[in-house]
């Protein structure tokens, strides 16, 4: 049985996913914050499942997932945990967003990969799935291919950072798969004008891509199943 890490499970396309891959049968560490949706998944908890009570925003999760997860082989890890921005111009933004949403897109990412960072060198043939967006390409904000999008300076620049990370992840394991993905764009609480794909069919191509061992190191943001957009 294949073992994965999901974080963000409580809603959108990190609940969609850690529902579909439990009823599928792998067994899964689902992570998430909100204590009050932690109490309720646990009252009817499947024998696949494993819930981690924990805040990515913080040092202290790293122990947390540590404490849970030990020693065991993981063969897919998906980061998705992850909040929005309110801030889309210059004079609405501020640092205190921008650091926050830094801190869970970015510095949350290290934070789980630091938890279970003997279990990636245990298992060589992991691959990890950082969730990330088209917004937080450089190249086509330089471009001006979203300019008609609003969307917060914190989002694009939290997410811009996470790909750095990626890279910087992908250069020290070699071997591991290390990709940054866009899950398309999600009719969500959060969604652009132009979304048009569900959540649950974002899982579900996500979910199909990862069990066809489709999933690679590529030079960009990937939206299952080929499309590459520049960093």
């Known amino acids: 049985m294949k073992t994965i890490l999901i974080t963000g499970i409580n809603k959108g396309l990190g609940k969609e996913l850690f529902n579909k891959l439990v009823d599928k049968g792998y067994f899964v560490f689902g992570l998430l914050r909100n204590e009050e949706t932690y109490k309720e998944l646990l009252k009817n908890k499947p024998k696949n499942v494993e819930l981690i009570l924990a805040d990515i925003s913080n040092d ?10 030990k020693d065991t082989t993981i063969d ?18 501020n640092s205190k967003e921008i650091i926050d949403l830094i ?17 990636l060198i245990q298992n060589n043939k992991t691959t990890v799935i950082n969730l990330n967006s088209r ?3 450089i190249t ?9 999008l609003d969307v917060s300076y914190s989002y694009r620049i939290a997410k811009a950072s996470q790909n750095m990370l990626t890279n910087c992840l992908r250069l020290e394991f070699e071997g591991i798969n ?5 899950p398309g764009k999600l009719k969500t609480a959060l969604a652009q004008v132009d979304a048009n794909l569900s959540p649950s069919e974002s899982a579900q191509r996500i979910i199909e891509h990862w069990e066809l061992e489709k999933f690679e190191n590529t ?7 080929n499309k590459i957009m520049e960093w």
């Open 178 to 182: 290390f990709v940054s993905l866009t």
């Open 135 to 137: 917004l937080g390409s």
């Open 219 to 225: 030079n960009g943001i990937l939206e299952v199943p």
């Open 76 to 93: 897919l890890v998906i980061n998705n945990a992850g909040i929005g921005g309110e801030g889309m111009n210059l004079e609405s933004a």
């Open 103 to 119: 801190n869970v897109h970015c510095l949350g990412v290290l934070r789980v990969m630091k938890s279970i960072s003997p279990n």
């Open 140 to 148: 086509h904000q330089s471009i001006g291919t979203f300019k008609n």
């Open 60 to 69: 202290n999760c790293i122990i947390e997932i540590n404490k849970i997860v």
